[in-house]
C-alpha cells in the first residue's frame, strides 16, 4: 500500500474535530487561533510611507497546514533585520488574512508571548523589552493552533508592530507541500512523540546552516521514546538494553526507495549524572549513527537515525513496502537515550534540508481518565502515550 497524499485543503474535516472526547492541550509556544476573526489592531497607514519601514521580514520556508489533536496548525518562522543605524522597539507581530475585508486579525502577539519566540542571531540580545539595532537579525518562531475543525486561511501575511510605524511583510501560502499520510515508523504500544511541535524542544529552534542555508531539517522531527510504568527504563540506567525502545522494530512508513543505509557506528553508553559522551566523535557524517533514509516521491524523505548496529535489513538502492522491517532502534550518532529520530523532509541530508510535516494513517492514544481515543489523519502530538496496533489486535506491544 503506497501512501497517500492528502489535498491541504481537506483538513477541516478531521475526525477530531468533530467529536474529540480528550483534546491535547497545544504545544508549547503555540498561539490558539478561534473560529472568528477580530479587525485589524495595528493601524495601517492609507498609503505605504516614504521612505519605507527599512525592517526586513520574510519567511524562508512557507508552511502547511496540519491537523493534530483536533486543531489544525501552521508552523513556521519569520526572519526579521532592521536595517537602520537605529534601533527597531518590536512591540508586536500581527497575522491577518489578506483576502479578508480590511486584513482582519487572526493573532497578535505582544509582551511576553511575542518574546518567549524571539531568537536574536549573533551574539547581541534582544533584551527584555525586544529591540533590534542596528543590522541586526532576530528570528520568530511562530506556531498557530486553529481550535474546533477551523481551517487557516490559504494566505496569510504579517504587520509587525514598531514604535510609531508598522512595518508590513510579504504575503506567504499555507499550503507549500502536499500533506502524506503515512504508516507508524515503529510498531506496537507505550510510545511517546517526544520533542515535537513545543518551543521548548531542541528540534523547533534546530536552525542549522547546511550546504550554505540556514534551514531547519527538525521543524517536525520527533524522538519517538517508549515508556513503561511512567519510566523509559528499568535497570542500568548506563546500559542500552535497560531501555524499553532499544532494539524495537522501525519499519517502513510507506513504499519507497532508499537512498540512504548506513551501519557500523557503536551505541552510546545512555547520559546519567555521570555524563555523556559520544562513542565516536560528532561530524556531519557521523551525527546521524546508523541511519535509513526513504525517498517517498513528491521531494519528500523519511529520515531514521540512530539505529542500533547491525541491525540494518536494507542496503542504498532497495525497494521497500510499508511496514517491512528496516532496522532496529539504537543509541549511535549524537544520542543520549535509546530512541528513534523521525522526521520528513525535503532533501535526504539529516541537517541539510527543511522539515516538513506528515500525518500518520492511524493510531490511538490514552486519555487522561485512561480510555484509548482513535485518530485518523493526524499529526502525532507528546504528552500521551500512543499506541500504534489496530483495535483489537493480537499483535505483540
Known amino acids: 500500500m503506497v501512501s497517500t497524499t492528502v489535498l491541504a485543503c481537506l483538513l477541516a474535516s ?19 487561533v478561534g473560529r472568528g476573526t477580530a479587525p485589524a489592531t495595528a493601524r495601517v497607514p492609507g498609503e505605504p510611507p516614504f521612505p ?8 524562508p520556508f512557507e508552511p502547511t497546514a496540519f491537523p493534530a489533536g483536533g486543531r489544525n496548525y501552521l508552523v513556521y518562522e519569520l526572519h526579521l533585520q ?46 527584555s523589552d525586544p529591540s533590534l539595532g542596528s543590522d541586526q537579525r532576530a528570528v520568530a518562531f511562530l506556531c498557530l493552533a486553529f481550535d474546533g475543525g477551523s481551517t487557516p486561511p490559504n494566505r496569510i501575511g504579517h504587520r509587525v508592530l514598531l514604535d510609531g510605524a508598522v512595518a508590513i511583510g510579504p504575503t506567504i501560502g499555507t499550503h507549500h507541500d502536499p500533506l502524506k499520510v503515512l504508516g507508524p515508523p515503529v510498531r506496537g504500544t507505550d510510545w511517546i512523540a517526544d520533542n515535537g511541535l513545543s ?10 546552516v547546511a550546504g550554505g542555508l540556514a534551514q531547519i531539517s527538525r521543524r517536525y522531527a520527533i524522538d519517538w521514546k517508549r515508556s513503561r510504568d511512567g519510566a523509559f527504563f528499568a535497570g542500568d540506567a548506563r546500559a542500552v538494553r535497560s531501555y ?38 560528532m561530524t556531519m557524517e557521523t551525527v546521524a549513527g546508523n541511519a535509513v533514509v526513504l525517498d517517498l516521491g513528491d521531494g519528500q524523505f523519511a529520515y531514521y537515525a540512530h539505529l542500533k548496529p547491525g541491525s540494518l535489513r536494507v542496503r542504498t538502492g532497495d525497494r521497500v513496502r510499508r511496514g517491512q522491517p528496516l532496522a ?9 537515550w535509546p530512541h528513534l529520530h523521525f522526521q520528513v523532509t525535503n532533501g535526504p541530508g539529516i541537517l541539510a534540508s527543511e522539515g516538513i510535516p506528515y500525518l500518520i494513517d ?10 484509548w481515543e482513535s485518530h485518523a489523519h493526524e499529526f502525532p502530538l ?10 483489537d489486535s493480537a499483535e505483540q506491544p
Do not use: W
Open 244 to 281: 524499553h525502545a532499544y532494539g524495537a522494530d522501525v519499519v517502513a512508513v510507506a513504499d519507497a526507495a532508499v537512498v540512504l543505509a548506513k551501519d557500523g557506528f557503536p551505541d552510546n553508553i545512555p547520559r546519567t549524572a555521570a555524563g555523556f559522551e559520544t562513542a565516536v566523535p
Open 362 to 371: 492511524h493510531y490511538r492514544t490514552r486519555t487522561a481518565s485512561g480510555d
Open 14 to 32: 478531521t475526525a477530531a474535530a468533530a467529536g474529540r472526547v480528550d483534546t491535547p492541550p497545544i504545544p508549547a509556544g503555540c498561539e490558539s
Open 199 to 208: 518551543i521548548t524542544a531542541h528540534h523547533r529552534k534546530g536552525l542549522v
Open 52 to 59: 519605507p519601514v527599512q525592517l526586513e521580514i520574510r519567511t
Open 82 to 127: 532592521n536595517f537602520t543605524e537605529a534601533p527597531m522597539a518590536l512591540r508586536g507581530i500581527e497575522v491577518f488574512d489578506p483576502d479578508s475585508a480590511e486584513g482582519r486579525s487572526i493573532a497578535t502577539l505582544a509582551g511576553p508571548g511575542l518574546f518567549d519566540k524571539l531568537v536574536p542571531i549573533g551574539a547581541e540580545t534582544l533584551g
Open 328 to 336: 532496529k532502534v539504537g543509541n549511535s550518532g549524537d544520542s543520549r
Open 382 to 391: 507528546g504528552d500521551r502515550v500512543i499506541d500504534f496496533r489496530a483495535p
